[in-house]
């Protein structure tokens, strides 16, 4: 079993700056795939961005260039620079873990693993 439990979330005004973080526990590797989802009010779940067990990061078109995940294994933390905040990046941030890395950057990649979200609030 993997646990994963965010913090970090908060409010912010537009064009601020927040730094996710996702401490995982229990039987996780440095080879799994791991990556930050977002649900916002009325919406459905969207990729935010993704991590492979060798680095290699994917982000959805609408955080590109503003947001930044990256990953501690010595700390087993997956961690999500967000810059440049936009009313439109409120949601509810979730971090997910999967042990099949091959294809951690398709959109149709699945995971097995969740935790239990932090709340992004972004006003205009």
């Known amino acids: 079993q993997v646990q994963l439990v965010e913090s970090g979330g908060g409010s912010v005004q537009a064009g601020g700056s927040l730094r996710l973080s996702c401490a995982a526990s229990?039987?996780?590797?440095?080879?799994?795939?791991m990556g930050w989802f977002r649900r916002a009010p009325g919406k459905e779940r969207e990729g935010v961005a993704t991590i492979n067990s060798a680095g290699s990061t994917y982000y959805a078109d609408s955080v590109k260039g503003r947001f930044t995940i990256s990953k501690d294994n010595a700390k087993n933390t997956l961690y999500l620079q967000m810059n440049s905040l936009k009313p439109e990046d409120t949601a509810m941030y979730y971090c997910?873990?999967?042990?099949?890395?091959?294809?951690?950057?398709?959109?149709?990649?699945?995971?097995?693993?969740w935790g239990q979200g932090t709340q992004v609030t972004v006003s205009s």
């Open positions: 997910a873990a999967d042990p099949t890395d091959w294809n951690c950057g398709l959109p149709t990649k699945t995971f097995g693993y």
């Open positions: 229990g039987y996780i590797r440095s080879t799994y795939c």
